[in-house]
């Protein structure tokens, strides 16, 4: 079966601390993505990676960096974090080649004190 | 850019009752449709897809949708609601080239016994 693990399911963190949220999926995946969810909002983009420390901003990426490293494994960063970060996280990976079917992590709810 | 919009951010109904969840966007090329399902304290995963073919499409629990593209829409239809239907819903576009996927602000659905 095809899997997305987001590290950390819930995350309580002090304004100006440094935030990771882990990512990884075990089925080759070339591409990879962060989305942020906020009530009302939907799903939007942070960043994507169609490869290996390959890098693109999405629709919101200010505050925020990536790691990709290794293949099966997409970081997003926060320097900084700050109490309008406080969300649901969402990592996703695609397969190119395929049809367009999204794989998602089950969330990681960071709350930003 | 893409845009999808969900009429309805609340959606209700009686189990046994028709679901009927819409969905609208704008795109310039033909474009990919999915929508995806959210349980409580999960990720989100596929229900069904829009790529090429046949502009009726048939997904997982009973659910169909349908492109038209005359009315840039891909309504979310299942004929007889049931208790477990009761879920965040969110309709996703895609353009040919799946780099990115635009989602919507999603839509609950709650079943009433």
């Known amino acids: 079966d095809v899997k997305v693990t987001q590290s950390s399911r819930y995350l309580v963190k002090r304004t100006g601390e440094k935030v990771f949220l882990e990512c990884v999926q075990d089925m080759d995946h070339e591409n990879m993505f962060w989305y942020r969810q906020d009530p009302g909002l939907g799903l939007r983009l942070i960043y994507f990676?169609?490869?290996?420390?390959?890098?693109e901003k999405g629709d919101i990426p200010e505050g925020y960096s990536v790691s990709r490293e290794k293949k099966e494994r997409f970081s997003l960063i926060l320097e900084s974090a700050s109490t309008n970060q406080t969300s649901m996280y969402l990592c996703?990976?695609?397969?190119?080649?395929?049809?367009?079917?999204?794989?998602f992590g089950e969330g990681s709810r960071l709350t930003v004190l | 850019a893409q845009s999808v919009t969900q009429l309805g951010s609340h959606v209700s109904v009686s189990e046994g009752a028709l679901v009927l969840l819409r969905c609208n966007y704008s795109?310039?090329?033909?474009?990919?449709l999915f929508w995806y399902v959210q349980y409580p304290n999960q990720g989100l995963q596929l229900l069904l897809k829009?790529?090429?073919?046949?502009?009726l499409v048939k997904g997982i629990n009973g659910f169909e949708a349908e492109f038209k593209k005359s009315e840039t829409s891909f309504h979310l239809t299942k004929p007889s609601a049931h208790m477990s239907d009761a879920a965040e819903y969110f309709c996703a576009v895609s353009e040919n080239n799946f780099n990115k996927f635009y989602f919507g602000s999603g839509t609950k659905l709650n079943v009433k016994p």
């Open positions: 990676s169609y490869d290996v420390k390959m890098k």
């Open positions: 795109s310039s090329v033909p474009p990919y």
């Open positions: 829009y790529t090429t073919g046949a502009t």
């Open positions: 996703a990976s695609f397969f190119p080649g395929s049809t367009g079917e999204l794989f």
